[in-house]
T-cell receptor, first 114, second 113 residues
Framework: AQSVTQLGSHVSVSEGALVLLRCNYSSSVPPYLFWYVQYPNQGLQLLLKYTSAATLVKGINGFEAEFKKSETSFHLTKPSAHMSDAAEYFCAVSELTSFQKLVFGTGTRLLVSP | EPEVTQTPSHQVTQMGQEVILRCVPISNHLYFYWYRQILGQKVEFLVSFYNNEISEKSEIFDDQFSVERPDGSNFTLKIRSTKLEDSAMYFC???????????FGSGTQLSVL
């Protein structure tokens, strides 16, 4: 069965600092990997996805993630945090051969202080 | 960008009552999903729906749950007899035939009292 583990339920950074949100996956088949963001009182919005093409994936709002098969990781980064980045971030995995469902991690709440 | 629309945004019901959560997926999408998120927990897959039938469901999706696409635009989730533990945010999602990107609605917060 597929799963993802997000280390740290909360991450706090200062505005302008590097953002690093960690995600490790487990999958018996080549995975598709996703990062979603949830702003307060809103739905889930896709930030970026890995679908077996380039291992470094660029997404919206300056975020990027690197797929590292040897480490089974797909960490999300942003060089410089902005106050508007404060939100809940979810890593998710689905099977390469099926888009039938996403398996989500428990989420990481990003807090950005001035 | 096109949106998935969910109504109502909040629903309060008494335990044992039936509820219907409504979703309008993006118009040319063919695959439909329901997920839920219990407060403080991860987002969980409930069910996927394609070609007017369930294509996959989780163990959460028991006989108390059903889904329907009653017309060409709506996609509903019915809970026949709600339990306290059904309290959660329910998200509808849809995707097209060519892409792997799911578009999520903003959710319905269901509170069972």
């Amino acid at each position: 069965a597929q799963s993802v583990t997000q280390l740290g339920s909360h991450v706090s950074v200062s505005e302008g600092a590097l953002v690093l949100l960690r995600c490790n996956y487990s999958s018996s088949v080549p995975p598709y990997l996703f990062w979603y963001v949830q702003y307060p009182n809103q739905g889930l919005q896709l930030l970026l996805k890995y679908t077996s093409a380039a291992t470094l994936v660029k997404g919206i709002n300056g975020f990027e993630a690197e797929f590292k098969k040897s480490e089974t990781s797909f960490h999300l980064t942003k060089p410089s945090a902005h106050m508007s980045d404060a939100a809940e971030y979810f890593c998710a995995v689905s099977e390469l051969t099926s888009f039938q469902k996403l398996v989500f991690g428990t989420g990481t709440r990003l807090l950005v202080s001035p | 960008e096109p949106e998935v629309t969910q109504t109502p945004s909040h629903q309060v019901t008494q335990m044992g009552q039936e509820v219907i959560l409504r979703c309008v997926p993006i118009s040319n999408h063919l695959y439909f999903y329901w997920y839920r998120q219990i407060l403080g927990q991860k987002v969980e897959f409930l069910v996927s729906f394609y070609n007017n039938e369930i294509s996959e469901k989780s163990e959460i999706f028991d006989d108390q749950f059903s889904v329907e696409r009653p017309d060409g635009s709506n996609f509903t989730l019915k809970i026949r007899s709600t339990k306290l533990e059904d309290s959660a945010m329910y998200f509808c999602a849809s995707r097209g035939s060519q892409g792997e990107k799911l578009f999520f609605g903003s959710g319905t917060q269901l509170s069972v009292l």
